[in-house]
């Protein structure tokens, strides 16, 4: 690096390898802006300093002895001025688009220079340790984070997962929640409207005020596809803008000009048509997140019940801070923003700490004693086929695994703040730990999200050539941009509002990590705060399986004719026949058969939903038999009339049993999957009647009336 470089010159110590790795890391991000030199080499080569083009820069360097240089950097400006340490590095970063702020805090915040430069100072005389440090966490070179090709594939990815979540409850939502569902949204909009008033929106933000009909739940899940899917192929600005406004605005500018006009305004064309395509391909992204965002959001408080789980809030809370990351970089591509990352990277923090937290803090005895992973392979809602090989190792393995659970959930996630070797052990960690979770138990798209987050631990440099060479045929790679001047007024008036709510929203997710270790109560106005914020779900808590399922109660829905015969209704994907092996549902979610699992674990009385879904059972409504995998009353039989149709059943009811896993033995000798006991009841039998009257009769008395 020549010292003529640059108008301004930055001199450190050249034997130092602390020294040349940040140099060598500053010098390409500040350019021309910046000359680096050793001050060795400036001694060996006195005749340098005559070819510097600031001549006041020249004669403050040949007033500095050997001594100067070799115990702080200097920085000498464009006026000649010098200053040194701390000072010198803040100078350089000044320089350094997006980082002048580390300039401004030295020169502004009381206490700043004085520590920064005691930092220094020490750094300055523990070198080699410093340098080993380095080596530790952020490796031997030093290299400019890049987000761009990393934040590109986590939308994509993130757009697939919104549309697998969107799909998901669009084959179950007339059931669930339509107009003949077991929770129709209508009902619920009404209760709202009478609750809230007109304004009511803002308390229950869903898009259902304004059509919670069975074409308006259609319409909602089916826009969330297609808009998922635009996301994830990114064509649309490029389908819109860039073939045909430019022939349209080829064929504009014929015929009403003159040549010499035509043609300038042929040859303005092209770039005019190039400029709105970067300006919407720049703002399509952010546009799509923020419509699913509300879409998805719709939904989750729209299913109530059947909505209310950790993943829909965690791909809620993912989709807005994805908002971060969107932005044009004047070439119409998504470019990564440092901000949006690290919003991200908190949010897999409390995450991944507050499930390992809430275990420890609920004072569970199976994690206390280690034994937890005895149970939740049989216990857990919709076990993977694998599950059951997990349950019969050894119970010491389970005890040590569980071990490593509790280690890797509280411990990795804060190797996130250390730096990017740390980070990257955190990124394959967590990995791990969610894909044993994802081989064992079906949890439909939230390991999945869970995975994809853990992409944005890594950076561009940490990609494979190959998948950095796939990425950029993907995407179209566009040419770097021009980097911006530092600091400049324009910038700071556009980035102040979008940090200020990175902040709003980061401060709210400490505050829950906070709220959820007890470590804090929130004060009235904070309070207040979180319950207008609550309903859009913009910081949530989390923490799965604080307390472990010993036991797994299995409700069995049985329908009869006689009272005498009973034949059982099947679900997709939960236990029922022993002999049945379990299945694979990711990235679906059976959100009746979750819903079941729940309420046999809280046992009587029933929820309301599953008294609707009984009665839905005696009608035999379509919608909600298409939940099931196979209704025996569904099949259709031909009246005297001729016609056919299906005879519901004249009576249902629902038996509780306990399930468990059958061990090596059992299964050999029978072939079940599962083991079986009958417990009781969980709802009687009912049936439906409709008591009919002549339409002269007298009005009916009650039995106090009859024996007057």
């Known amino acids: 690096m020549s010292p003529v470089a640059g108008s301004t010159l930055l001199v450190y110590d050249g034997d130092c390898r602390f020294c040349r790795t940040w140099i060598d890391y500053w010098s390409r991000q500040t350019g021309e802006r910046v000359g680096y030199a050793p001050y060795q080499r400036l001694k060996r080569q006195g005749s340098e300093l005559q070819e510097l083009s600031n001549p006041q820069l020249a004669e403050s360097l040949a007033e500095l002895n050997e001594s100067v240089f070799r115990g702080h950097i200097q920085f000498f400006d464009e006026d000649g001025r010098r200053c040194q340490g701390a000072e010198a590095a803040c100078e350089v970063l000044r320089r350094i688009p997006g980082k002048g702020h580390y300039a401004w805090a030295y020169r502004h915040i009381p206490g700043c220079a004085p520590l920064s430069e005691w930092v220094y100072d020490w750094v300055a005389g523990h070198r080699e340790l410093a340098f080993g440090a380095q080596k530790l966490l952020l490796g031997e070179r030093l290299y400019p984070p890049e987000y761009t090709q990393i934040s590109w594939l986590f939308l994509r990815l993130l757009s697939l997962i919104y549309f697998f979540a969107f799909a998901s409850f669009h084959v179950q939502a007339l059931g669930l929640i339509g107009h003949d569902g077991l929770q129709p949204v209508a009902d619920l909009i009404l209760a709202a409207k009478e609750v809230f008033g007109d304004t009511g929106y803002w308390q229950l933000p869903t898009l259902f005020w304004w059509d919670a009909s069975d074409t308006g739940i259609q319409a909602l899940t089916l826009a969330g596809m297609g ?34 006009f035509k043609s300038l305004s042929e040859s303005q064309a092209r770039p005019l048509a190039t400029v709105l395509s970067e300006l919407l391909s720049g703002i399509f992204p952010g546009l799509c997140l923020l419509i699913l965002y509300l879409l998805y959001l719709s939904l989750v408080h729209g299913g109530q019940d059947f909505m209310q789980y950790q993943w829909d809030l965690l791909l809620l809370e993912t989709g807005l801070l994805a908002l971060f990351l969107v932005g044009g970089n004047g070439l119409g591509r998504v470019q990564g ?105 079906n949890y439909n798209f939230f390991n999945l999200l869970t995975l994809t987050l853990c992409l944005l631990l890594l950076d561009d440099n940490d990609l494979p050539c190959w998948l950095r060479s796939a990425l950029d045929w993907a995407r179209g790679k566009p040419a770097a941009p021009e980097p911006p001047e530092p600091g400049s007024p324009r910038q700071l008036v556009w980035k102040l509002p979008k940090y200020l709510l990175g902040i709003v929203l980061g401060v709210l997710g400490l505050g829950q990590i906070f709220l959820g270790l007890g470590l804090a109560s929130a004060p009235a106005s904070l309070a207040a705060l979180l319950g207008r914020v609550d309903p859009w779900y913009l910081a949530n808590p989390y923490g799965v399986f604080a307390v472990m399922t010993t036991r797994r109660p299995e409700i069995q829905i049985e329908g009869s004719m006689d009272g005498e015969h009973w034949l059982p209704y099947s679900l997709p994907y939960k236990p029922g026949d022993p002999a049945r092996a379990p ?27 599953f008294h609707n879904l009984m009665v839905n059972l005696l009608f035999n409504n379509p919608q909600v038999l298409a939940l099931f995998e196979a209704a025996p009353f569904q099949n259709q039989v031909q009246t005297r009339e001729g016609i056919l149709t299906a005879q519901p059943p004249r009576l249902v009811r629902a038996r509780l049993y306990n399930y468990r896993f059958s061990n090596r033995r059992e ?32 009005e009916p008395q009650s039995e106090q009336q009859e024996r007057q």
């Open 227 to 260: 808009l998922s899917l635009l996301l994830l192929f990114g064509f649309l600005p490029r389908a819109l803008f860039n073939k045909p406004f430019k022939s349209i605005s080829k064929h504009l500018f014929k015929g009403s000009f003159n040549n010499s």
């Open 337 to 441: 923003k440092v901000l949006g990352v690290w919003l991200l990277r908190l949010l897999l923090f409390r995450f991944v700490f507050m499930s390992g937290a809430v275990k420890v803090l609920s004072g569970d005895p199976t994690w206390a004693g280690l034994t937890a992973l005895e149970y939740h392979f049989q216990t857990q809602p919709l076990p993977t086929p694998l599950a059951w090989y997990a349950q019969q190792l050894p119970a010491w393995s389970l005890q040590l695994f569980t071990l490593m659970v509790l280690t890797m959930e509280l411990l990795l996630p804060w190797l996130i703040f250390l730096g990017r070797r740390p980070r990257k052990l955190a990124a394959w960690g967590i990995v791990v730990l969610q894909l044993s979770i994802l081989l064992t138990g």
């Open 583 to 609: 299945l694979w549902n990711i990235p679906h979610q059976p959100r009746l058969d979750w819903q079941l699992w729940f309420a046999a674990l809280d046992g009587q009385p029933p929820p309301p939903w």
């Open 667 to 698: 299964r050999s000798d029978t072939g079940a999957w599962w083991q079986r006991r009958e417990i009781g009841n969980y709802f009687p039998a009912v049936q439906f009647k409709i008591k009919a009257s002549p339409l002269n009769a007298p």
